[in-house]
């Protein structure tokens, strides 16, 4: 045999692996491969990121947006209506149309104050002083800009139609236009921009359907023009309309014209109800119950703005304390203050008489809006029942109060006599006993019965906020009677508010209410059951085939969809089990109403059953993870089992089987199926009172909502996703904060 | 103890000596009622898991028995008949099996790629912070009650499907929105339970398969995968068994009517399998007719029951295979 060793040679790869450069190459290309790989993986992470983003953009983009909404009352208006006549009827008032009555009226007296447009103010400046409002006093470039805070806007309205039947008023309204920023200051008002009148006198060729371009103007030679007119609308605009008048007779106008001054309300009365005048003055713009009125009468209004009135606030020129005042001196000194001291103690303690126009008139509506904007839900409860009170029939007003009173102390739609006679008899009324009605209440009434919103279209909120304009554009001509405004479906009275079945009215407050009792039921059982059965599978149970079987059984259980339990409740606790879910055994059904099995209880137990498995396993997770050594050393002491279980493993393993009891609790709250199946009531408007009563929840209620094909339940569905998740993120963040304070505990 | 009469003598104050002999009662534990009661209520909780399983078989298969014992009824129809119209006598539950078999295979090839790539980019690749974003962001996910989700089905992915597809074919509740959103539900359960079985793959395999040169890629895809495929499977299983069962998403999002087919005369692929036509599943079958006004022993309510039972074994048997694959497949290293 051969004295040397054989030289080792290495088999042949089977593989054909490489050597030398395309060594190189194969490592380059396998890392090639990985980075491919390492961008799909990234891909697959962004698909869950951009999941629950598109799941949260959907839900905040339903839940707000802009609304158009129409009421039957304008709450604006009513909020008007009720401070205007508290103002009229103060005995130290005096009202009228006529404002040179009131100029008349304030010259004579130096303890008089009033407001009109400035107009009057200018025929009266000798007699009267006009008071600077913080500092401003009106001129034209203050005015103008806006800086004056009690400027507007004064306005002719009139009809398309009108406008080309009726040659006059077509002519007189052609003649404003050319003319008005000649005359307006003599009259004692203000120019608006040529920016302006060119968009009022774009309105005028839109409404006779001439196609000039932008900046031509066709003006028409009022010679020879005759017909028959009538004007009738704000005092304001008056003296400027009987200018221009003048002007047009002067160059040769024909027509028959009646120009009435009787306030810019009446002139839309007139306008949009009576139909007896072609155009109406105005010193406000038209509100969209006047604008409904004239669509009825057939009348399609347009408006043509044509001047700027700025309100003067005048004294008497014999007043030689005032020569100015602050928005909330003028406030006072025109609700709460009798007496000029009670403003300002410099004053003289002399009343104070006010002057101020009447019920009709824009100027009224005007400085009631400006210098006290005050809304519907602000109002102090009285003057919400007054409200009520005007707007509801006497049959209907004397219904609710029989349900309730409005105050202890005074009756609004009985006399007192009626009402102790009904109260005495066979047949007493409910409001006999129950408490008053509180604020809320009451302005669920008004919206009930006296505003009524209907909401008659929405918007989702990137639309919202991005195409703001072309919406306003769309709301203007399909829903030109509506109100737009940006509305969040989640708000505080979304909260509060019951079940209703117009989406305008409808809360979620039963289903919350309903959801947290269930949700207690559900805690208040599977917690005891669940730790009990978790301590028994760790502490207690040998390893037999019994106990085996029960852990196998409760990891299935888990398994299980949510349903089958929800038909295991149904068969169970609903109808076997009905006697006393349904809480006849105990007396507690609810009087006129059929006892069965579809109660609180009944859905408390089901759920129970469902997160039983989660809550053990959790606890056996838990009770696991005590160290063993703390066991030991109680039993080390003479402890008995339990004794060790109760005061060293439990306050341990407290933190793992809370937190787990949390997180079956937050899955609880947002199960739905189960729930249905069990029988959650598909509309119910009362609260539930106690475990035995009817019951819907959040999520059962989303359903429900999401279900209807209108647009607005989707809204609504989206408002109460969001309560459900802000619900359960409290809940969540409750249980990692407790597990990551006990985290650090050292055990 | 001080004061415990807890010790092994009984009457005399002093110890027996080694002498004496003691008689055997002497050395058995004191019978304490206290611990007994304990013990049993403990034991009747651990109890109750199984009368719930016990109550919900008995239930099930009483009322499918009443509903199988009805003479309209017949177990060759149920199984094969492929229209279910229990008002005019018609009970065959394959459309119902057949929508919830499309939803899942959707969902499926949703969540099982995206899944367990997420899977193996937490447990291969992710740095701590990537780690603490997404982990957050998957319990999030998995936190969010169905019901939303159908909400987010029906609002936001029936709108995209008809915007791709164009609005001819796709109708405003279908089966493929439903079975995507199904599938995005299941995301973070399938990476979950992924994610622990590859992260139990020990380290000593993979800095092998470092030592020996392999790309991270070819370490994850060659070698944790494999040894951690039980669990994987598992997870897969779990999931298919979580799609079958879910019920709010299809509910809202699916249509409200059974897709009842005749074989031979409506196509295939344009109607049969059509994702973008509605088509009711069986839980969503069940929870729309028991949503309504349900008498007690009417046929709806016996019919819902079967469902019921056959949901409860198609779930069972898929949650009963993958145990099974874990407890038989799984590979044990240490």
């Known amino acids: ?747 | 103890m001080e004061g415990k009469d807890n010790s092994m003598a009984t009457q005399s104050s002093a110890p027996p000596l080694i002498t004496e002999t003691v008689s055997a009662d002497a050395l058995t534990k004191r019978p304490r009622i206290g611990e007994s009661i304990i013990q049993a209520f403990l034991f009747v909780c651990g109890i109750i898991s199984i009368f719930t399983t016990i109550g919900i078989v008995v239930v099930l298969a009483e009322e499918a028995i009443k509903f199988f014992a009805l003479p309209q009824v017949t177990l060759l129809e149920y199984f094969t008949g492929t229209k279910w119209q229990p008002a005019i006598g018609h009970f065959g539950v394959l459309p119902l099996v057949l929508a919830t078999v499309l939803i899942s295979g959707i969902a499926m090839v949703v969540a099982l790629p995206i899944g367990l790539l997420t899977a193996i980019y937490l447990s291969e690749y992710a740095t701590p912070r990537a780690r603490n974003i997404l982990k957050p962001i998957l319990e999030i996910l998995a936190g969010i009650p169905t019901v939303v989700y159908g909400y987010f089905a029906l609002q936001f992915m029936t709108p995209v499907l008809r915007t791709i597809f164009g609005v001819e074919t796709v109708q405003i509740f279908n089966v493929a929105s439903a079975g995507i959103v199904v599938g995005i539900l299941i995301i973070p359960l399938v990476t979950s339970l992924s994610e622990d079985a590859l992260s139990a793959v020990p380290r000593s395999l993979r800095e092998g398969a470092y030592a020996l040169g392999a790309t991270r890629w070819e370490t994850a895809r060659q070698i944790v995968l494999p040894a951690g495929l039980s669990g994987v499977t598992a997870a897969f299983v779990v999931a298919i068994s979580r799609a079958v069962g879910e019920t709010m998403i299809v509910a809202i999002a699916a249509g409200s009517g059974p897709r009842n087919f005749t074989l031979g005369q409506d196509s295939l692929f344009g109607f049969i399998l059509n994702p973008f036509v509605a088509g009711e599943t069986m839980t969503g079958h069940m929870v729309r007719i028991s949503g309504g006004d349900l008498s007690y022993n009417s046929v709806e309510y016996l019919s819902i029951f079967s469902i019921g039972l056959l949901l409860f074994a198609m779930t069972l048997v898929l949650n009963l295979i993958a145990r099974r694959i874990v407890t038989k497949y799984r590979e044990v290293y240490e």
């Open chain 1, 1 to 747: 045999m051969s004295e040397q060793p054989e030289t080792y040679i290495a088999p042949e790869p089977k593989f054909g692996y490489p050597s030398g450069p395309k060594l190189g190459a194969q490592i380059q290309a396998r890392h090639r491969r990985g980075q491919v790989w390492y961008v799909l993986l990234g891909a697959s992470l962004i698909v869950s990121i951009l999941a629950l983003i598109a799941l949260l953009y959907t839900i905040v983009n339903d839940a707000f947006g802009l609304v158009a909404v129409e009421y039957k009352n304008d709450p604006g208006r009513l909020v008007l209506d009720q401070q205007e006549k508290i103002m009229l009827s103060d005995p130290d008032t005096v009202s009228s149309e006529d404002d040179n009555e009131l100029a008349a009226g304030i010259a004579n007296d130096p303890y008089a104050v009033g407001f009109f447009g400035y107009a009057y103010y200018q025929n009266n400046s000798d007699n009267l002083t006009l008071l600077a409002v913080d500092g401003i006093t009106p001129d034209t470039a203050n005015v103008e800009d806006g800086s004056y805070p009690l400027a507007r806007p004064l306005f002719l309205y009139s009809d398309a139609d009108i406008l080309q039947k009726n040659q006059a008023a077509n002519v007189l309204i052609n003649y404003y236009l050319t003319h008005v920023n000649e005359e307006i200051s003599g009259v004692g008002y203000f120019p608006l921009s040529a920016g302006r009148i060119s968009q009022s006198q774009q309105t005028w060729k839109q409404a006779n359907e001439l196609d000039l371009p932008a900046g031509q103007w066709a003006s028409i030679n009022p010679e020879g023009v005759g017909g028959r007119l009538t004007i009738a609308g704000s005092s304001t605009v008056y003296p400027l309309t009987e200018r221009m008048l003048q002007r047009l007779q002067a160059d040769g106008f024909a027509g028959a014209v009646t120009d009435e001054s009787v306030g810019s309300s009446a002139g839309y009365r007139q306008f949009c109800v009576d139909g007896s005048s072609d155009i109406a003055a105005a010193s406000r713009p038209m509100n969209q119950n006047e604008f409904a009125a004239c669509r009825k009468i057939g009348r399609q209004p347009v408006e043509f703005a044509v001047g700027t009135d700025a309100l003067a606030i005048v004294v008497s020129a014999q007043n030689d304390f005032l020569t100015g005042v602050t928005a909330d001196e003028l406030r006072q000194i025109f609700t709460t203050a009798q007496k000029w001291s009670d403003v300002n103690p410099n004053w003289p303690d002399e009343t104070i008489k006010r002057y101020i126009p009447g019920a009709d008139s824009g100027t009224l509506d005007f400085f009631v809006e400006t210098v006290f904007p005050v809304a519907l839900e602000d109002l102090p409860q009285e003057a919400l029942t007054a409200i009520l009170a005007d707007n509801v029939s006497l049959g209907l007003g004397r219904r609710i109060e029989s349900e309730q009173r409005f105050a202890a102390d005074q009756l609004v739609f009985f006399t007192e006599a009626q009402w102790a006679e009904a109260c005495d008899g066979a047949e007493p009324y409910a409001g006999c006993t129950l408490p008053p009605r509180d604020k809320e209440n009451v302005l669920l009434l008004l919206e009930e019965n006296v505003t009524v919103p209907n909401i008659v279209a929405v918007w989702k909120l990137v639309p919202s906020l991005l195409n703001r304009t072309a919406i306003e554009q769309e709301a203007l001509e399909k829903y030109p009677a509506a109100n737009l405004q940006f509305s969040s479906w989640v708000n505080l009275d979304f909260i509060r508010s019951p079940q209703s079945s117009t989406p305008e009215l409808a809360g979620v407050r039963t289903a919350v209410l309903g959801s947290l009792w269930v949700v207690a039921i559900t805690a208040l059982v599977s917690f005891p059951l669940g730790v009990g059965a978790a301590i028994y599978l760790e502490e207690y149970a040998t390893d037999n085939r019994l106990n085996r079987l029960i852990q196998t059984n409760i990891s299935n259980l888990a398994g299980v969809p949510s349903i089958i339990y929800g038909m295991l409740g149904l068969a169970v606790f609903v109808r076997a089990l009905e006697v006393i879910t349904s809480g006849a055994a105990f007396g507690a059904v609810d009087v006129g109403t059929t006892a069965n099995g579809r109660t609180i209880l009944s859905a408390g137990f089901t759920l129970a059953l469902l997160i039983l498995p989660i809550i053990i396993i959790a606890g056996q997770e838990a009770l696991r993870a005590v160290p063993n050594s703390m066991r030991q050393g109680g039993m080390a002491l003479g402890a008995t089992k339990w004794q060790t279980i109760w005061s060293h493993v439990l306050p341990n393993a407290l933190p793992g089987i809370l937190t787990g009891t949390i997180l079956s609790i937050s899955r609880a709250l947002g199960e739905t199926a189960p729930l249905v199946v069990v029988g959650a009531s598909t509309f119910i408007t009362t609260d539930p009172n106690g475990p035995f009563s009817k019951f819907t929840t959040l999520p059962a209620q989303i359903y429900q909502w999401t279900s209807r094909p209108q647009p607005e339940f989707q809204n609504l569905a989206a408002a109460a996703i969001v309560v459900l998740l802000v619900l359960l993120l409290s809940l969540n963040a409750t249980a990692i904060l407790l597990r990551n304070r006990y985290a650090r505990r050292p055990s």
